[in-house]
């Protein structure tokens, strides 16, 4: 238990220190630069350095200190619950950042400075991480630290298979989110949490289930077992091609570059009441207002407003 305990320490120091530094950099710069790379690169951080440690946990975990997957899941879906609460509205995810864009949510300057401050916060999480595993706080860091120039590939399949879960893992969460962006915290938090968790568990013996391009190329693309370009095609354009999808499947077109729906018919929203036909060419009119004809009888004095012919 004293490894997990100093990786739950290692968990809470990290999720601490990234929000004093949120709040120091809320504090001290611009609104526009604080949300468009300073809460990105910390929240990149704080994601990173978690799932960095979350791996160790989940590699070494079951052989050196007996945790079974329930304590991993149960910690991934915690974690994920604290992401929710303290990101501050930050992604921390290129993909998400390109969807805000493809929903014209977003500009591309303010696009391409969030996904320069989440490689960078990532890039920054893994050396920050790996000189903590160095120290050798616990068997676990230490265990990590001397495999860690060795590292496997979190791909255990083929590249087609491992491109094709990554986009469905990618294309159930995207369109969770997509679902789900105008509700409260209160409920779309734990939602996003348990969706990880599933995905975590079913995909994750396959390819980490990681969908998130930048971290997966911080955490596995200097692995050996695969290219960098093999690595590519799973975790950056299976993700985005899922993401893609499911703006498409929810808005039916990309409203960045299209105007009219590409899947679904518009019904006209001008509808004549039922029961009321427009007049046409061929229908009679009622005469005009101060427009009578004289009665039989009766004799009109004065002059009289001339009627159209009967």
């Known amino acids: 238990m004293a490894g997990l305990n100093v990786s ?13 530094a949120r709040r120091a950099s809320k504090a001290l710069l611009p609104a526009g630069a604080y949300g468009s790379f300073a809460r990105e690169a910390v929240g990149a951080a704080q994601l990173g350095a978690c799932c960095l440690e979350l791996r160790v946990l989940a590699e070494l975990g079951p052989w050196v200190g007996g945790f079974g997957p329930d304590l991993l899941l149960t910690l991934l879906f915690l974690l994920f619950l604290v992401h929710g609460a303290t990101l501050d509205g930050a992604s921390a995810n290129p993909a998400v950042s ?13 696009t391409l400075l969030k996904l320069v401050a989440q490689g960078l916060g990532l890039q920054v999480a893994r050396t920050l991480t790996h000189f903590c595993w160095a120290w050798g706080l616990s068997d676990l ?15 255990r399949t083929s590249v087609p298979h491992g491109a094709l879960v990554e986009g469905a893992c990618a294309f159930c ?3 969770l989110l997509l679902r789900l962006r105008h509700s409260p ?19 994750g013996p396959v390819t980490s289930a990681f969908f998130n391009p930048a971290l997966a190329a ?22 985005l091609t899922g993401m893609v999808l499911a703006v498409l499947l929810s808005e039916g077109r990309l409203p960045r570059l299209f105007r009219r729906n590409l899947l679904y018919s518009q019904k006209n929203k001008h509808r004549n009441p039922r029961g009321k036909l427009a007049p046409g060419p061929g229908d009679t009119q009622a005469p005009a207002k101060g427009c009578r004809s004289p009665e039989p009888g009766n004799r009109a004095v ?4 001339r009627c159209p012919s009967q």
């Open 8 to 20: 739950l320490s290692f968990l809470f120091s990290t999720v601490a220190l990234c929000e004093a």
């Open 98 to 110: 390109l969807q805000e864009f493809l929903m014209a949510e977003a500009s591309l300057p303010s």
């Open 141 to 155: 860091h230490l265990l990590q630290s001397l495999m860690a120039p060795d590292c496997r590939s979190a791909l």
């Open 173 to 175: 969460f995207h369109l």
């Open 185 to 203: 915290p209160v409920y779309r938090v734990p939602a996003v949490a348990l969706l990880v968790a599933v995905t975590a568990y079913t995909a």
């Open 218 to 239: 911080a955490v596995t693309f200097r692995c050996s077992g695969h290219t960098v370009l093999e690595h590519a095609q799973v975790y950056w354009l299976g993700p």
């Open 302 to 305: 004065g002059p009289q407003p």
